[in-house]
Structure formats: structure tokens, C-alpha cells
């Protein structure tokens, strides 16, 4: 893999462009196999609203800080 340029990690949520400071992983089963791992990125004020979405539906796995996030996600 070729080296890129540092990415600017905005967060996820709607007309948010604050920097990510965490990343809700989640996976839904109906739609995703056990191997995939999405990634929504969020910044401190959306964290909890990102985490609580998936989490109500049953679809979140963990909640990471982005500098913990692997390459094999997203
Ligand atoms: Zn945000």
C-alpha cells in the first residue's frame, strides 16, 4: 500500500466539520457480513447521539478513539 497524506478526520454526523476524536464501529447483520466493520467518525459533542443510533437498532460493536482505529476498518 502507498503512503497518503494524513486525513483530516471530520466527524460523521449531519453538517458536523468538527474533528473526530472517536469512531462508533457498528455493523448491521441483515446488510453486513460478521467480517465488515462500518465506521462512523465523531467528534465529542455527537459521540454519545452516534453510539446511542446504532445502539438502540442492535447494531453497534464498540466505540474507539481514532487513533485506535485499524486500517481494515470502514
Ligand atoms: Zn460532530
Same mark, same amino acid.
Given at each position: ?15 458536523? #466539520?468538527?474533528?473526530?476524536? !472517536?469512531? *462508533?464501529?457498528? +455493523?448491521?447483520?441483515? %446488510? ?14 455527537? #459521540?454519545?447521539?452516534?453510539? !446511542?443510533? *446504532?445502539?438502540? +437498532?442492535?447494531?453497534? %460493536? ?13
Amino acid at each position: 500500500m502507498t503512503s497518503s497524506p494524513p486525513q483530516r478526520l471530520v466527524c460523521s454526523a449531519k453538517a458536523c #466539520r468538527a474533528r473526530a476524536t !472517536d469512531a *462508533v464501529v457498528w +455493523r448491521n447483520p441483515a %446488510l453486513h457480513a460478521a467480517s465488515r466493520r462500518k465506521v462512523w467518525l465523531a467528534c465529542q459533542e455527537h #459521540r454519545e447521539h452516534l453510539r !446511542d443510533f *446504532v445502539q438502540l +437498532r442492535g447494531f453497534l %460493536l464498540e466505540v474507539v478513539p481514532v487513533d485506535q482505529l485499524t486500517e481494515a476498518d470502514g
